[in-house]
């Protein structure tokens, strides 16, 4: 079965950059499934952020597109995200999750937990 | 843009009572595109159903679910203690590719 792990700087500043890395284990990165990332604000709902395909095919949320990079690093079977130009509102669990298809999630990550504070 | 309205928002009921949770589209969505996740207190959301009313592996039978067009529903027969958590509806649309999620139902102990 495919296990994730997330990872990062716990803390992040407003108008930096955070960035996550999602580990990969069980599985080969570049084999075919679907990679995503999701958030979720303290005691809030789920936020679906960005999905990519093996094949680099990358399909985002309208409302974060212009500030979301997502990339693989094959050599390293590792996923990772970049959300540019954070505000307090990007305060959030983060996770990893990966699928057969771009239709829904069936493996996720335990989460990471980012705040955003000067 | 496609909205997901779940109701309740919050569900008091016993162990062993039935559970029945909404999931209302504000377009209509293609049942193959339809999934439910339960997420546990302190725990990642976890993949309950998909395709509308498909068992994800594992998923006990007193978990299922149905729907068509803009109303889905996840029943849960008898409820455990286990199963006090907070459900997600998750839909998927084509053009463009986009995952929404609905708010959630947070289904707690009577």
């Known amino acids: 079965q495919v296990q994730l792990q997330e990872s990062g700087p716990g803390l992040v500043k407003p108008s930096e950059t955070l960035s996550l890395t999602c580990d990969v284990s069980?599985?080969?990165?570049?084999?075919?499934?679907?990679w995503g990332w999701i958030r979720q604000p303290p005691g809030k709902g789920l936020e679906w952020i960005a999905s990519?395909?093996?094949?680099?095919?990358?399909f985002s949320n309208p409302s974060l597109k212009s500030r979301v990079f997502i990339s693989f690093d094959t050599a390293k079977n590792q996923l990772s995200l970049k959300l540019t130009s954070v505000t307090a509102a990007d305060t959030a669990i983060y996770y990893c999750?990966?699928?057969?298809?771009?239709?829904?999630?069936?493996?996720w990550g335990q989460g990471a937990l980012v705040s955003v504070s000067s | 843009e496609i909205v997901l309205t779940q109701s309740p928002g919050a569900l008091s009921l016993s162990p062993g009572e039935r559970a029945t949770l909404s999931c209302r589209a504000s377009h209509r969505i293609d049942s193959r595109y339809l999934a439910w996740y339960q997420q546990r207190p302190g725990q990642a959301p976890s993949l309950l159903i998909y395709?509308?009313?498909t068992r994800a592996t594992g998923i006990p039978d007193r978990f299922s679910a149905s729907g068509s067009g803009t109303d889905f529903t996840l029943t849960i027969s008898r409820l455990e203690p286990e199963d006090f958590a907070v459900y997600y509806c998750?839909?998927?649309?084509?053009?463009?590719?986009?995952?929404?999620f609905g708010g959630g139902t947070k289904l707690e102990i009577k």
């Open positions: 069980n599985y080969s990165i570049d084999s075919g499934y679907y």
């Open positions: 990519m395909y093996q094949s680099g095919s990358i």
């Open positions: 395709g509308a009313s």
């Open positions: 998750q839909s998927y649309v084509g053009s463009p590719r986009v995952l929404t």
């Open positions: 999750a990966t699928s057969v298809g771009p239709f829904y999630l069936d493996y």
